[in-house]
Structures are given as structure tokens and as C-alpha cells.
């Protein structure tokens, strides 16, 4: 389990990559994961990241 200085220190990490490369937010990753783990299929890291 992540501490919220973890969420913090992740939220600004997020909120760092600018707007028009079409990165997350925290929320959004949240929800990402949460669809990748009900996956009836394994998704590779290398598959996944670039849509960070």
C-alpha cells in the first residue's frame, strides 16, 4: 500500500509531463490499473507504459 507522501510524490510526477503529451492524472491511472488488473488478458509493462 502506497503513503499519501507516496501519492503525492506520484501526483506530481503525473502532473509533470506536460499537457499535449497526453499523460494521466492521478485518477486516470487509478482507473487504468483498475481495468488492467479485471483483464481477462496479461498485458506486458512494455505494452502498457506508453500509454501512461
Same mark, same amino acid.
Given at each position: 500500500? /502506497? ?9 506530481? @510526477?503525473? /502532473?509533470? =509531463? ?13 482507473? #487504468? #490499473?483498475?481495468? @488492467? ?5 496479461? =498485458? @506486458?509493462?512494455?505494452? /502498457?507504459?506508453?500509454?501512461?
Amino acid at each position: 500500500m /502506497l503513503s499519501d507522501k507516496d501519492l503525492d510524490e506520484l501526483d506530481a @510526477l503525473l /502532473l509533470s =509531463i506536460p499537457e499535449e503529451a497526453g499523460g494521466m492524472l492521478l485518477p486516470e491511472l487509478d482507473g #487504468f #490499473f483498475a481495468g @488492467l488488473v479485471v483483464s481477462p488478458e496479461m =498485458i @506486458l509493462p512494455g505494452e /502498457l507504459l506508453p500509454h501512461v
